[in-house]
């Protein structure tokens, strides 16, 4: 059974505030999360990009659910990346780089992708709001070019008469 957005934006109130932790659980699922990661920090993290981009429709609420995903993998990817510096620094550091050099540049490879997708995703709400914007402009210039017709001017009756010669 589909959804309905209970707060979808008006003509008073076309900014939102984006969906409660409740609407985008029931809407995307559970945050991407693995064990011992932060739920509120990813629900800061959401709140912070969707208060920055303030969706107007769910089209975008899906692209900020998106992006906030492509993030929080960004920052557990980079993450990772530090655990394995940390690990190698415990150890004889150019031994254990010569061994995780290969993993450190998969993860860079991941994070590069994760990067990639979300500049993807901020193309798209980017696009989005330009169409949208470039159709509201024709809508009013349509409007604007239809309420303010040129009238031919002509002479009334009485007017006629007047600058008629015999």
Do not use: C
């Not at 739920?39 to 609420?61: C, G, K, M, N, T």
């Not at 050099?101 to 979300?118: N, S, V």
């Not at 349509?142 to 309420?147: F, G, K, N, P, T």
Request: charged fraction near 30%; hydrophobic fraction near 45%; charge should be negative.
């Amino acid at each position: 059974m589909r959804e309905v957005i209970t707060n979808a934006p008006t003509a008073g109130n076309k900014a939102r505030s984006g969906l409660s932790k409740e609407e985008s659980a029931r809407f995307f699922g559970l945050p991407p999360l693995i064990a011992g990661e932060d739920p509120a920090q990813y629900e800061r993290i959401r709140a912070q990009i969707s208060a920055a981009v303030q969706p107007l429709d769910f089209l975008e609420e899906i692209w900020v659910n998106d992006v906030v995903n492509h993030v929080w993998e960004m920052l557990r990817l980079r993450l990772l990346m530090v655990d394995l510096h940390d690990e190698d620094l415990r150890v004889v550091l150019t031994a254990a780089l010569a061994l995780k050099i290969d993993k450190m540049e998969r993860i860079d490879r991941m994070i590069t992708g994760a990067e990639a997708r979300r500049n993807v995703a901020l193309r798209e709400i980017d696009r989005h709001r330009a169409t949208l914007a470039a159709a509201l402009r024709q809508a009013a210039d349509e409007v604007l070019d239809a309420e303010f017709k040129e009238i031919p001017l002509s002479l009334t009756e009485g007017e006629a008469g007047r600058d008629e010669r015999p």
